[in-house]
């Protein structure tokens, strides 16, 4: 669950307690309920003492993920959810190829070979935003190779939208939920970035962007529905904050892993290099705060260059989610994150809102602290 440095790393999050979500930090050893203080993680993330805060010592931190623990919660509370797509040009054209195969998997396969041959290297080789980018976008307009997807791959502005509302995400040891209506879907592990009110980007932690590749194929105006549904955000196990061990230069150069271990006994592999990304994190920041406040802080997916197409089950389908799927997401900076696949409509009801936090906070006589 957590990073292979942990010992030196400052960690923050949220776990279960019996009086109520809280939020805990991870230090010498202890995970230490620090909700006397900073009764959320927005609040928490604003201290520039995190690292020395007192608390009520709950566990060790060997004992998580054990029955004998508090359960683990995503690590985000008021924080908006956000996330950047088509970040990566094998993204963009994964996107493409959706939305020319109007979301059927079975014609992804042809579509891939022919767009890979035809505009491939030049999504790889130019920087969004550029005069370069503008010439080819011109070159593939002329030649009928143009998309939506494209001018977001290599426009100015970025793709960003609301993945998730604020309280909704899935934390490390929870179900995920993909549609039950949906046959072609699959995870997408990412890198997150916690970013607080003022701007300041203050640590990163890792994602599941649960995708319907079949929704959003067969319209972009479906995005909404292919991406927020219950259980269909993961975000998790904890929030490593930047400091001398730990910096954006160390998300650049992240490498994300995933596998998947079906019921079955299928399994799939695959890897996110986050030094393919075609805009820096730091510029996806920019353009989320673009003429927009944050007055929580706010959580940003930065996208992924994973996209799977092994077949599972019919030569020439690609992969798609099965419930009962275990899905890891790592890396040695940020730890792992575990989820197991069930459906949307199966998955246990979000129920715990804002007024429900509030409510919480309030009887604990903690809201007095905020």
């Not at 793709?159 to 072609?184: H, N």
Request: proline share 6%; hydrophobic share 40%.
């Amino acid at each position: 669950m957590l990073p292979a440095d942990h010992a030196q790393a400052i960690l923050v999050g949220r776990v279960q307690t019996p009086a109520g979500p809280s939020p805990v930090l991870l230090r010498d050893g202890q995970v230490i309920d620090v909700s006397a203080i900073a009764p959320t993680v927005a609040d928490l993330l604003e201290r520039d003492d995190i690292a020395t805060l007192s608390g009520t010592v709950l566990c060790s931190v060997d004992a998580l993920g054990t029955e004998s623990a508090p359960q683990v919660l995503a690590p985000v509370d008021l924080q908006c959810v956000k996330a950047a797509g088509v970040t990566f040009a094998v993204s963009a054209l994964e996107r493409v190829i959706e939305e020319r195969a109007r979301g059927d998997s079975a014609k992804a396969a042809e579509i891939r070979g022919d767009l890979e041959a035809k505009v491939g290297s030049g999504i790889r080789s130019v920087v969004p935003g550029t005069a370069e980018a503008a010439a080819l976008k011109a070159a593939l307009i002329e030649a009928g190779m143009w998309s939506q997807y494209l001018e977001v791959a290599i426009g100015p502005d970025a793709e960003v939208f609301t993945k998730a509302p604020v309280l909704s995400a899935m934390g490390w040891g929870a179900e995920i939920g993909i549609r039950s209506d949906s046959d072609w879907n699959n995870p997408e592990p990412e890198v997150v970035l916690v970013v607080d009110r003022n701007g300041a980007i203050k640590g990163a932690t890792l994602g599941n962007d649960v995708n319907l590749r079949d929704f959003e194929g067969r319209s972009a105006l479906l995005l909404g529905k292919a991406k927020d549904n219950n259980a269909s955000t993961a975000i998790g196990p904890f929030i490593r904050l930047f400091d001398d061990g730990f910096t954006m230069d160390d998300v650049r150069s992240a490498v994300v892993d995933l596998t998947i271990d079906g019921p079955e006994g299928y399994r799939l592999s695959g890897t996110n290099k986050m030094s393919e990304i075609s805009r820096d994190p730091t510029e996806l920041v920019r353009q989320t705060l673009s003429e927009h406040q944050y007055p929580d802080g706010f959580a940003l997916f930065l996208g992924t260059l994973f996209a799977p197409v092994q077949d599972r089950d019919h030569p020439g389908r690609g992969f798609t989610h099965k419930p009962g799927d275990i899905v890891r997401i790592s890396t040695p900076k940020l730890g792992t994150l575990v989820n197991r696949v069930t459906t949307s409509k199966a998955a246990a009801p979000w129920t715990f809102g804002i007024r429900d936090l509030m409510r919480n906070l309030a009887a604990r006589g903690l809201l007095s602290h905020s």
